[in-house]
């Protein structure tokens, strides 16, 4: 017997105190209710056979776990502590004070981080430019991959002792054993300002 014969046999109209059956307003709202029943018992049969069960996955619940969260945890972020000037075109940005470098992905010495474990990271770099000098002056950093430009940004001072900023970030998928670093680019004798930590660079693995 199913839940809506059940459900017939138990209804009783307390309008006229008889079975369902003998009652024709009472037949017409149990017809409606069936129908509305056998509704919902159709969307139940789709879900079951739509829903993945755990037993048909390859993967326990613990790989599953592993796929969202980092192996190891993965952040660095440094900044420069003295002002560089006469930088030249494609050079690497070396920035000295290490903050922090969870992973040890990072090398102050060369200015590369290179990624302990690959997935999927954010980094941000921010510079400060100033101009001394009466002219127009700019500094262009790009944020690379491999040797592959991901973007840059600019510091353009219109008059002298103008202290600009740039800015930019990405969120990119990265291999283990990729390197990234920023480095100068259009400017043949860029300089960079270091006053209050105001130049830095900074990545976190976000998730594999």
Known sequence: MT?????????????????????????????????????LENVI?????TTLKRNELD???????????????????????????HIGLA??????????NDGQGYNKHSGVFVAPQGGVYL???????????SSVSQT???????????????GDSRHSWQDIQGTNIAIIRVNAGDSIWVQNFYEHDASLYTFEGATTFSGSLLYV
């Open 91 to 100: 050079q690497t940005i070396k920035f000295d004070n290490v903050l922090l």
């Open 3 to 39: 839940s809506v014969q059940l459900f017939s046999f138990a209804f009783i109209c307390f309008t006229c105190f008889s079975k369902v059956f003998s009652c024709e307003e009472c037949k017409t709202e149990v017809g409606i209710l069936k129908s509305k029943i056998k509704e």
């Open 59 to 85: 993967l326990t619940p613990s790989e599953v776990r592993k796929r969202a969260i980092p192996d190891v945890n993965v952040a660095f972020s440094v900044s420069l502590t003295s002002d560089q000037n």
């Open 140 to 154: 262009w950093i790009e944020l690379m991959h491999n040797g592959k430009r991901i973007n840059s940004g600019v």
């Open 123 to 133: 980094f941000a770099y921010i510079f400060c430019h100033t101009n001394p000098s």
């Open 45 to 49: 049969n789709i879900l079951n056979k």
